[in-house]
DNA sequence: TCTGGGGTCCTAGGACCC
DNA sequence: TCTGGGGTCCTAGGACCC
């Protein structure tokens, strides 16, 4: 067979974050288990086992309790340090399989191999598999095609049918029809629950229906994102290769649902500068800036009894920057204009937007700006960040946040020891003598 | 009682300009 | 009565992803 001269392997660890969870506590193997969202408030990631049993994506903590309580499922809360860590040691992994590595998300990445002289490329996809989880305890599927669209599809296939044991080559072109053939539309990677049912009414049933269509009539029809898919599938790569898209990102959000309501503003004002001044952290280790942010806040939507409220706002400063105290100051004045009283808060959030490279900010012609002032800022936010890195998140946090137990606080009821990130909660292993 | 958080990209429509 | 056409930029909202 010829060898295509680029080939893309797509790579996804199975139930990613309730895998962490077994890496370390081997008696969840015999379990179906789940992880639960923030607040504990829905399931958010399930084991085979758990969606075998009917346990949707998204079930609600308190229809599934009962099952835990019986011991039939072991459920626990989301521990995002553990999942990170693990993530970055899945990831170093496959960086040593080929230098051009694509981190898409937590769990997933891209590889490329351009010019590699492998004979058997399930026999490659295979060793990587073996490798991640000899080296991370992390299982795997493998897809591998010559465009990212046929990757994803690949591994689709990988996980849908066992008897591939993780791993599909779908270099091949007649191969890759035939799958195409027997996958329906709505599992291809960009059909989502809203342009699912418009293919089908049109009687776009199957994977191969959808790559049947003209390019041109594609973007016609619904728009360039799916003539690009169509692209895809017949083997174009039209999909940017983008390994820098981690250190680049165009917005920084943070935001939660509060553990209970709130309806005081100074509550409000506790949580959103907690959100403001964490957002500002992961900017500056970014070593990024931004002159542009978005602050929101809402009711409860499932109360529709209750009385409803959005408010959002959008903050501009003259000049990009990352210091904490200049963004608190600005969400506080913001905050000021769009809260309202009498409602019940259930959620607040402040986003970073338009977010440039600090180096290259650009100075604002109409303010002149002392320069002891400037020089002092940066300074402070760098003691902070490197006392909380040194220490730990939040061994130093500004005022703002408050200190004691408040109503916006997560509910974390079933946390997990930070095995890999904290001393302090380092597995400890017996062994009989 | 109990329903997540963090992103990207695209399009349509309005404001504004020449 | 008559009142262009084309371009850019910005924003809000929709759709998708994990």
Request: hydrophobic fraction near 35%; glycine fraction near 8%; include cysteine.
């Amino acid at each position: 067979m010829k060898q295509p001269a680029t080939v893309i392997a797509h790579c996804d660890a199975n139930s990613f974050y309730c895998s962490c969870h077994r890496v370390f506590e081997p008696a969840l193997l015999r379990m179906p288990v789940g992880v639960l969202s923030n607040n504990d408030g829905c399931v958010i990631a399930r084991t085979p086992e758990l969606k075998a049993i009917g346990v949707a994506m998204g079930t609600p903590f308190f229809q599934v309790r009962r099952l835990m309580e019986q011991g039939q499922i072991a459920i626990r809360s989301s521990n995002y340090p553990l999942y990170g860590d693990m993530s970055e040691r899945f990831m170093s992994v496959l960086e040593g399989f080929t230098p051009e590595v694509e981190v898409y998300s937590i769990d997933e990445a891209f590889l490329r191999f351009t010019g590699f002289p492998v004979e058997n490329w399930e026999a490659q996809g295979r060793a990587i598999q073996q490798k991640v989880g000899r080296w991370t305890g992390l299982p795997i599927g493998v897809g591998i095609s010559t465009t990212k669209v046929l990757a994803k599809l690949a591994n689709y296939a990988a996980k849908h049918y066992p008897a591939t044991g993780g791993v599909v080559d779908l270099t091949d072109p007649e191969r890759q029809k035939r799958l195409m053939a027997i996958t329906p539309v709505d599992e291809l990677w960009g059909i989502g629950r809203r342009l699912a049912p418009r293919l089908k009414e049109q009687g776009i049933l199957t994977v191969r229906d959808f790559a049947n269509l003209e390019p041109s009539q594609a973007k016609r029809q619904y728009s360039v994102t799916e003539e690009r898919l169509v692209r895809e599938l017949r083997g174009e790569n039209c999909l940017p290769w983008d390994e820098e898209q981690d250190g680049n990102k165009h917005t920084i959000m943070c935001s939660r649902s509060f553990g209970l309501p709130v309806s005081s503003e100074k509550e409000v004002w506790e949580a959103l500068a907690t959100y403001v001044s964490r957002a500002c952290e992961k900017m500056r280790r970014q070593g990024k800036a931004a002159a542009k942010a978005q602050l929101f806040l809402r009711t409860d939507p499932f109360r529709k009894d209750d009385g409803q409220y959005h408010g959002s706002l959008v903050l501009q400063i003259p000049q990009a920057s990352a210091s904490t105290s200049i963004w608190l100051r600005e969400t506080h004045k913001g905050l000021k204009r769009i809260f309202r009283e009498g409602y019940q808060y259930r959620k607040a959030g402040f986003v970073l937007l338009d977010i440039g490279s600090q180096t290259t900010e650009q100075g604002d012609l109409f303010t002149v700006r002392p320069p002891s002032q400037e020089s002092s800022k940066p300074e402070l936010t760098d003691v902070l960040d490197s006392i909380n890195n040194r220490f730990g998140n939040n061994t130093l946090k500004v005022a703002a946040s408050g200190n004691k137990p408040a109503r916006w606080h997560m509910k974390q009821n079933y946390l997990s020891p930070r095995y890999t990130t904290q001393w302090s909660d380092l597995a400890t292993v017996r062994c009989k003598l």
